[in-house]
């Protein structure tokens, strides 16, 4: 179970990361539709599965 939460964080973290990186290091968070868009894509790679994807779209939609 551990791992799951693990690989959840990172995944979250990596889309994070990513969004700095597209918009060339800026400080800036991703937008909720791109960090939604890109939890999509992990899932459908077969990176994440579906109870990881959920609890991380809770967390994106929470997120003020």
């Known amino acids: 179970m551990g791992w799951r939460v693990l690989s959840v964080v990172l995944v979250v973290g990596v889309v994070g990361l990513a969004g700095c990186i597209a918009v060339g290091g800026s400080d800036k968070r991703p937008t ?3 960090e939604l868009i890109d939890l999509k894509a992990a899932l459908d790679r077969g990176a994440i599965d579906q109870k990881e994807y959920d609890s991380a ?3 994106v939609m929470s997120r003020g």
């Open 32 to 34: 909720k539709g791109q």
């Open 57 to 59: 779209k809770v967390q």
